[in-house]
């Protein structure tokens, strides 16, 4: 059973940054293919990012450019760097492993993009 905790959610201004990381348990993020999601208001959590245990890398065409996923393989760590954030951006943001019939998801960390 593997755990996932999010971190690095705040309140920051429109066209800002925040970096979030996912810590992982064990020595899994090698293997397993990470994602991080966002949920708004509402019941649809959207894909935003993603980096498969290969290291390929994808993006939501709404984030693309702006946002960066990257991975600490030593310190079993998941990253989404935002930049040039929108209001838009604000969400609940959720970090996911998954392999094969596998999948764990982290309690999520308020993202809040205001003036």
């Known amino acids: 059973q593997a755990q996932l905790v999010e971190s690095g959610g705040g309140l920051v201004q429109p066209g800002g940054s925040l970096r979030l990381s996912c810590r992982v348990s064990?020595?899994?993020?090698?293997?397993?293919?990470m994602n991080w999601y966002r949920q708004a208001p509402g019941p649809e959590r959207e894909l935003v990012a993603g980096?498969?245990?290969?290291?390929?890398?994808n993006y939501a065409n709404s984030v693309k450019g702006r946002f960066t996923i990257s991975r600490d393989l030593a310190k079993n760590t998941v990253y989404l760097q935002m930049d040039s954030l929108k209001p838009e951006d604000t969400a609940v943001y959720y970090c996911?492993?998954?392999?094969?019939?596998?999948?764990?998801w982290g309690q999520g960390t308020q993202v809040t993009v205001s003036s």
């Open positions: 980096i498969t245990s290969g290291g390929s890398t």
């Open positions: 064990g020595d899994i993020i090698r293997i397993y293919d």
């Open positions: 996911k492993a998954s392999y094969r019939l596998y999948t764990y």
